[in-house]
């Protein structure tokens, strides 16, 4: 794997690097990669906590909220740890909520503040590991002057632009696990196992990992199902001599006909609701884990008077050890953003366009 340097040089001497929310595996090998790379070229490297979280406030942290990557922290850093710096809580520094004076609610922007604290601290440039959502808040940054470059981390791996999302493989590995056991366990208690699995915009997941164990049926976000089609098929496959079968199932995953959630979250609901992160569009706002996986599985037992049962493996997949894919793509991924640091490319993703960074 090779990195590939686009763009005009520049001189920051300082780096800092902030990762986004959402626990993925491995994030300190992006960490070590960068840290490296920048130690390489002579420049300084620090870690920002929990996000924004220990820049804007470091009177929380022992060690005010920032983190020296020296030399000496990162060559006995482990990259199958958790992640060192931890990650961000689900704020946008654009729409900050805090209760003012009047101990009312009130949403604020704080992107001026963070600007003028990372100025005050020396930091020439910012390297974002961050999902989707996160890509845009630094751009909105980036816009306003901070000099960024985005590592793109994904566990459904929809980011647009690059082949591979880091963290994708690790959950994707581990979902094949998990999904090899569901099916031996179907197998012996002779039922129809549903199984949701990550994936609310794209559906990679569910398809790779259920190619990989061989499903009997796969429903994604991409392509509308009717569960009378996949009720057709099962009759097929689930016989007296194979009485079980296994069907994987994104949680984004959208269903006609009967198994269909017979009320959606109206728009008014989903602005109301207090986990609501500003994500709207997706039509998943106030959703809860497994109503996939219960609605497949419901509508297919009554269409096929034969025992299904749901199982939904949700954010379990987030868990363990990096695969040794996400390990190295870690390291090219860190040390690639600040290639592209040095040569001027900032307001950008690090993207992985094999066998390229």
């Not at 805090?98 to 704080?110: A, G, K, L, S, Y």
């Not at 609701?273 to 497949?296: F, K, N, Q």
Request: charged residues 20%.
């Amino acid at each position: 794997m090779m990195i590939k340097q686009v763009g005009r040089g520049g001189s920051p001497r300082r780096i800092a690097i902030m990762v986004g929310a959402g626990h993925v595996p491995g994030i300190n090998g992006v960490i070590m990669g960068a840290a490296r790379a920048a130690g390489e070229l002579g420049w300084e490297a620090i870690g920002i906590r929990d996000g924004f979280e220990g820049l804007l406030h470091p009177e929380l942290y022992a060690d005010g909220g920032l983190v020296d990557l020296s030399p000496q922290l990162i060559d006995g850093l482990d990259p199958s740890a958790a992640g060192l710096l931890g990650q961000a809580p689900r704020v946008d520094p654009f729409h900050v909520r805090r209760v003012n004076d009047d101990d009312m609610v009130e949403e604020i922007d704080v992107s001026d503040e963070l600007l003028e604290k990372l100025k005050a601290k020396g930091v020439d440039a910012l390297i974002a590991v961050v999902g989707g959502r996160g890509l845009s808040i630094l751009y909105k940054l980036h816009l306003k002057g901070l000099k960024v470059v985005c590592v793109p981390r994904s566990i459904e791996n929809e980011i647009a632009a690059t082949a591979v999302s880091f963290g994708f493989n690790s959950a994707l590995s581990f979902t094949i696990d998990l999904l090899d056991r569901v099916r031996e366990a179907a197998r012996a208690a002779r039922k129809i196992g549903v199984v949701e699995v990550l994936g609310d915009q794209t559906g990679w997941i569910a398809l790779q990992a259920g190619i990989a164990v061989s499903a009997d049926a796969i429903l994604i976000p991409e392509i509308p199902c009717d569960l009378k089609t996949v009720a057709s098929m099962l009759k097929e496959k689930v016989t007296p001599a194979r009485p079980y079968g296994l069907v994987v199932v994104a949680e984004g995953a959208r269903i006609v006909g009967n198994g269909e959630p017979e009320a959606k979250p109206s728009s008014l609901k989903a602005s109301l609701s207090p986990l609501a992160t500003g994500g709207t569009s997706s039509g998943h706002v106030i959703r809860r884990s497994g109503e996939a996986a219960d609605a497949v599985a419901t509508g297919l037992q009554l269409l096929l008077a034969q025992e299904t049962y749901p199982l939904v493996m949700g954010p379990w997949v987030r868990a363990g050890a990096p695969t040794a894919v996400d390990r190295q793509l870690a390291m090219a991924y860190g040390a690639g953003a600040v290639r592209g640091i040095d040569a001027g490319n900032d307001g950008s993703m690090v993207a992985f366009v094999p066998p390229d960074v």
